[in-house]
């Protein structure tokens, strides 16, 4: 069974930074993309950044020049640096990635989330 899982959130004061690990475990073949969205109550989850296999990014126009995902292949982990952060940065932060288990087809999994408060 695949598993993603988030570690590094929490409180920061603005200005601040923080570094958000996302880990996969399980019975895995490949894994193509690797993402970081966030949700606030209330709204949609939106995406923040990803990252390819190959290590193409893409980020949201609100956290481009703040926020930096990179990924470790051999690790299965995927990391997301937060630097500046700010008051509106607040949510909580999912990692996803499109995993083939053996079967040939790519399919999205998610992590449970992981809070993160800029507040001073």
């Known amino acids: 069974q695949v598993q993603l899982v988030e570690s590094g959130g929490g409180l920061v004061q603005p200005g601040g930074s923080l570094r958000l690990s996302c880990e996969i475990s399980?019975?895995?073949?490949?894994?193509?993309?690797m993402g970081w969205y966030r949700q606030t109550p209330g709204k949609e989850r939106d995406l923040v950044a990803s990252?390819?296999?190959?290590?193409?990014?893409n980020y949201a126009d609100s956290v481009k020049g703040r926020f930096t995902i990179s990924r470790d292949n051999a690790k299965k982990t995927a990391y997301l640096q937060m630097n500046n952060l700010k008051p509106e940065d607040t949510a909580v932060y999912f990692c996803?990635?499109?995993?083939?288990?053996?079967?040939?087809?790519?399919?999205?999994?998610w992590g449970q989330g992981t809070q993160v408060t800029v507040s001073s």
């Open positions: 399980g019975v895995i073949f490949s894994i193509d993309d």
């Open positions: 990252i390819t296999p190959a290590g193409r990014t």
């Open positions: 996803t990635s499109n995993i083939n288990t053996g079967s040939g087809r790519y399919t999205s999994y």
